[in-house]
């Protein structure tokens, strides 16, 4: 039935792509717009049916978003009379998707750190290095307008994003390296990247580093920490599970509170920053009342950990069409330039990935993983940050063209080494538990199309 069905929308996607180019010729716009959009998702939903492409659908999709942006921006506005694009929204859907992909993190994954004594390294240079740099050196040899330029600067200083470690996982690499480097470079990304963008970013725009600080904190810790708790409290004992129950009501009762008029109260006389850091306390009481909320619905159905990457990948779609549509204009004007500097900036993290990793040693499976950790980046990061700034159509469509490009690249690359069979000594790779390997096929599931019985 879904075969068929995916079958229907390429028919359906090929009778519009004929209606589309008659339109345009004619030049009759009522025509060929409708029929772009209709094309567009026709082969999203219909690219499952061809097996050699079926790894590309999910970017596919976001393709189909971003030629609906571009063809009726107003449509993407505001509905209802709640903007689209504004700061609360979109910070929020951010988290959400944070949220959702963290879950398919554990604990555990840090506890790779001292197994990884050159892996890591190669990835965090990368990251907070190369890819700075990188981006740097890039628009500084182009013309692109002053906010976008930021935006460049911006994605090259955001750690890595889960993609990577699907990837990985296709590739057949080094997974728990590839694990731990996500995890150390999130971790590291409160002062990392507010510094790096006002160091390579202030001549630009002015950068508020202590905003920054605390934007990525929310953006990026908050969520995460949220979805650690719940892998916690699975195994925790029955006190410690008691003491998070305990710290849900206080979280939930502050939370009521300041619905009900404490925010005011409170935030009355204090200095811009002095808000920003209480955001930071409102939103950690969300996020202990969200991971206890996650984990009873966990407990009481598991199969809502399977679902929740389709849930991230919906949002992720969101703030990519969203951006699209805020930027169109800017984006029509530069979209080729960044297109180039951005397959250039991908590129540069692989080939640094790849052979940093292989000239100190490291065995292949090793190189492969710090390869995707280094080129792929963290996308919604950059377009919450970009968001926090006021400069979502100019700073975000670097990130809006930049992770599905990565995606593209990524998919293409790991489907090229799966097929290849890692030749030479392989060190003994560093374990990954049942439950996180198959977490991790559950986001690859859903960025992929492809399950993992698909993949043997």
Partial sequence: MVLQLRRAALAVAGISALVFLVGLALGRDGLWHPALVVTGFGVALGLGALARVASYQYTAWIVACVIAALTYPGGFDSWGGVQLAGGILMTTIIQLVMFGMATQMSISDFAGVVRHPRGLPVGLLGHYLVMPLGAFILVSITDLPAEIELGVILYGCVSSGLASNVMSMLAKANLGLAVTITAMSTIAAPLATPLLV??????????????????????????????????????????????????????????????????????????????????????????????????????????????????SMFGIMYYNTITTAAGRDALLDVGIT?????????????????????????????????????????????????????????????????????????????????????????????????????????VGAATTGIDAEARQ
């Fill in 198 to 311: 006002q160091l390579l970013g202030g001549r630009v725009v002015d950068v508020d580093v202590v905003k920054m600080v605390f934007d990525v904190i929310q953006i990026t810790l908050v969520p995460v920490t949220a979805a650690l708790l719940v892998d916690y409290i699975k195994t925790a004992p029955r006190r410690a599970r008691t003491i998070v129950h305990g710290a849900a009501v206080i979280s939930a009762g502050w939370l009521v509170f300041m619905v009900a008029g404490g925010w005011s109260a409170l935030t009355g006389n204090m200095s811009p920053h002095g808000v920003t850091a209480f955001k930071s306390l409102y939103q950690i009481a969300a996020a202990i009342l969200i991971a206890e909320a996650y984990a009873a619905a966990v407990n009481r159905w598991p199969v809502v950990t399977r679902y929740m990457p389709y849930a």
């Fill in 338 to 442: 960044l297109l180039i500097i951005g397959l250039v900036h991908n590129l540069t993290g692989y080939v640094f990935g790849y052979w940093g990793a292989r000239g100190l040693g490291l065995d292949k499976a090793s190189a492969r993983a710090t390869t995707f950790e280094v080129g792929l980046q963290n996308g919604g990061m950059a377009t919450g940050l970009a968001t926090g700034m006021g400069l979502l159509g100019t700073a975000g469509l670097a990130a809006a063209v930049f992770s599905p490009l990565g995606n593209v690249t990524g998919s293409m690359l790991a489907n090229y080494w799966s097929r290849r069979p890692i030749d030479g000594p392989v060190d003994e790779p560093d374990p990954v538990d049942a439950d996180e390997a198959e977490r991790i096929e559950a």
